[in-house]
């Protein structure tokens, strides 16, 4: 389950005692862009949640002034946390990246005080790609070919007798 994390307190209806929330999604009007509808999700802030948050990678990869590509394979990770301990994103720092076919991974993560990473810690969340080199294509049957046409009208012209000229047989 991925939530907004964003912990706020809500005033009960009819003056009740505030209760804290998260904010658990947001649906928008497709045309106008506009919030339509909030989803909250009520929580005791004594009861770990366990939710994905979003990856952020930030800073610069050196290996991308070599050509590299850096992909982003995972987008987020599951954290269990108190609500909150809850972080909005899990930021990593790209600087890491150095080097093609270089990779970072969960276990690279350095989790927030209170956050524990749930994920696999060898799942790949950053890795950069060496640049696709195309090579031109050697075409091996056009040279064979047209090297065949010239020997074999080389071989028609000379079989072959000036007209007027009576050939022996």
Request: hydrophobic share 45%.
């Amino acid at each position: 389950e991925q939530a907004l994390v964003a912990l706020r307190q809500l005033l009960a209806v009819d003056g009740g005692k505030p209760r804290p929330v998260l904010l658990h999604g947001i649906h928008v009007h497709p045309v106008s862009r506009r919030p339509v509808h909030v989803d909250l999700l009520a929580v005791r802030m004594s009861e770990a949640l366990t939710l994905d948050v979003q990856l952020v990678g930030t800073g610069h990869a050196p290996a991308t002034d070599m050509g590299g590509t850096v992909m982003h394979p995972t987008e987020t990770v599951r954290v269990r946390a108190l609500p909150g301990d809850l972080p909005q994103s899990s930021q990593y720092d790209l600087a890491a990246l150095e080097a093609m076919d270089t990779t970072m991974t969960v276990a690279d993560l350095v989790a927030p005080e209170g956050v524990t990473f749930l994920t696999d810690p060898a799942e790949v969340i950053a890795r950069v790609l060496p640049p696709r080199v195309e090579e031109e294509p050697v075409v091996v049957g056009e040279a064979e070919q047209a090297a065949a046409e010239g020997e074999a009208a080389e071989t028609a012209a000379e079989g072959e007798a000036p007209e007027g000229e009576a050939t022996e047989g």
